[in-house]
């Protein structure tokens, strides 16, 4: 395992109304009692030989059954047609609740949008320590390219490195990887699996002309992002799992595995192996999930 300068030290360990309502009652109830003694009253104080109203003396029984029904001279009026009350359409209703799409900047100036979009993506992790703020998105494009070929480019990582040392550990004169070297990589794998997956989709698809666009300037021929991020993701998920202690020599101010197979591994692998197996667990998980979700 080859390991820089920056990643190497000496070992060691380190949440009233009611009655007025009732009497409002018992008014109504009193006018129309009221009313109805009224009509019947003044039918009773009528005359007893009621004059006929003239529609009454206009309609003479004949002395046979018509064949059709007699005919009227008031005749009874059709109820006017009222008008319904008018929709409004759907679909402007669905236009007028959808927000107005925010605009992406240009890759230049995308730095502060796309720092804002990764904060709000780790939902109050304090992130901000983590983050290169510069160039970002042609800094992670760069370091995703490397990735798909196996590569580390530290220099142009979207994350800082950990200030936490690496250590190893002295047992019967061999050295070891020190497993609580694996800590310094908790919150890099912590921040990735607690992603929501939506949201990181959403976040993703927003940006993807920034990314492409930066993709473009490697120069790449017949060649999309999207398509070198599937490689990269490739090459980290076939890191193997090492539950074992990890035996380790020195050779000037480097590292490597005394265990030829792991030292014959990509150094994008080697990364993750130094951050140990339950964090590798972590990160592999997530790029499952991301290979079912990004678009092929």
């Known amino acids: 395992m080859q390991v820089n300068e920056e990643d190497r030290i000496a070992p060691g360990k380190q949440a009233s109304g009611g009655n007025g309502v009732i009497w409002v009652l018992a008014l109504l109830v009193i006018v129309l009692a009221g009313g109805g003694w009224y009509y019947l009253t003044k039918d009773e104080s009528a005359t007893e030989t009621p004059q006929q109203s003239e529609e009454q003396a ?35 209703q669905e236009e007028a609740a959808k927000p107005a799409a925010e605009q992406l900047p240009a890759l230049a100036d995308s730095d502060k949008f796309v ?105 790449y021929p017949n060649m999309t992002f999207n398509q070198r991020l599937h490689q990269a993701m490739k090459v980290l998920l076939g890191t193997p799992i090492v539950d074992e202690p990890i035996e380790l020599y020195s050779i000037s101010v480097n590292y490597k595995f005394v265990d030829p197979k792991l030292e014959a591994l990509p150094n994008a692998q080697k990364l993750l192996i130094r951050m140990g197996p339950d964090n590798t667990r972590k990160i592999k998980k997530v790029l499952r999930q991301l290979q079912t979700l990004l678009p092929q």
């Open 58 to 92: 206009a309609v003479s029984l004949p002395d046979t059954a018509p064949e059709q029904p007699l005919q009227t001279d008031a005749p009874v009026p059709e109820p006017e047609a009222q008008p319904q009350p008018t929709a409004a359409a759907p679909q402007a």
């Open 115 to 219: 720092h804002d979009k990764v904060v709000q993506m780790a939902d109050g992790m304090n992130i901000n320590p983590l983050l290169n703020d510069s160039d970002m998105v042609r800094q992670f494009v760069v370091f995703v390219d490397n990735l798909a070929q196996g590569e580390l480019a530290r220099k142009t990582s979207p994350m800082k490195a950990p200030t936490q040392k690496f250590t190893v550990s002295d047992i019967t004169n061999k050295t070891y990887l020190d497993p609580d070297s694996y800590h310094r990589y908790d919150v890099y794998a912590d921040f990735l699996s607690g992603l929501d997956d939506n949201q990181l989709l959403a976040t993703y698809k927003q940006m993807s002309p920034l990314l492409e666009q930066a993709f473009a300037e490697l120069g």
